[in-house]
T-cell receptor, first 113, second 115 residues
């Protein structure tokens, strides 16, 4: 069964600090891996999309990495801001599955002043 | 560009009652998805439409859930009768057919509470 596991489930960081979220997946082969940000009470918003041949993608203070050999991805947040408080969801799109997505359970990040 | 619209934003019903949710996708997006997101979990796909045809409804509990997308634009998702375990956020998303990988754009969701 295709799975996407994220860690930690939640974390608290101080404003201005960096943090890294982890994603392990068993989906194979896959077409692309995405990171979404979901604010409380909102729908997920795409941060990055990487194909299997890419190993890093940045979007402002967010940098995603991908190691297709170990089936791991990470999302690094630099110089965190209060507005970064949200859930971050790792999503994998299996190859030959059209645009069907397999979602992880998310990591809830709380940035404190 | 207007985003995906959903209504209502919140709904509270008693078990065994029926409820319907509405979604208006981004203009021109051929593909529409309904997801169920239980608190603390990632979204789970319920049904995927391409235009007005169903592409995937393998995880839709068809004994109580139904969905339609008449004319290939707006869509409604219905639950009848509701159970306590249906309490969740129901997300609608849409994506274009052009461009790859196809980006999915999510609406704000409808939070359903079944008491």
């Amino acid at each position: 069964k295709n799975q996407v596991e994220q860690s930690p489930q939640s974390l608290i960081i101080l404003e201005g600090k960096n943090c890294t979220l982890q994603c392990n997946y068993t989906v194979s082969p896959f077409s692309n891996l995405r990171w979404y940000k979901q604010d409380t009470g909102r729908g997920p918003v795409s941060l990055t999309i990487m194909t299997f041949s890419e190993n890093t993608k940045s979007n402002g203070r967010y940098t995603a990495t991908l190691d297709a050999d170990t089936k791991q991805s990470s999302l690094h947040i630099t110089a965190s801001q209060l507005s970064d408080s949200a859930s971050y969801i790792c999503v994998v799109s299996p190859k030959a599955a059209g645009n069907k997505l397999t979602f992880g359970g998310g990591t809830r990040v709380l940035v404190k002043p | 560009e207007a985003g995906v619209a959903q209504s209502p934003r919140y709904k509270i019903i008693e078990k065994r009652q029926s409820v319907a949710f509405w979604c208006n996708p981004i203009s021109g997006h051929a593909t529409l998805y309904w997801y169920q997101q239980i608190l603390g979990q990632g979204p789970k796909l319920l049904i995927q439409f391409q235009n007005n045809g169903v592409v995937d409804d393998s995880q839709l509990p068809k004994d109580r859930f139904s969905a339609e997308r008449l004319k290939g634009v707006d869509s409604t998702l219905k639950i009848q009768p509701a159970k306590l375990e249906d309490s969740a956020v129901y997300l609608c998303a849409s994506s274009p057919l052009k461009g790859h990988p196809y980006e999915q754009y999510f609406g704000p969701g409808t939070r359903l509470t079944v008491t």
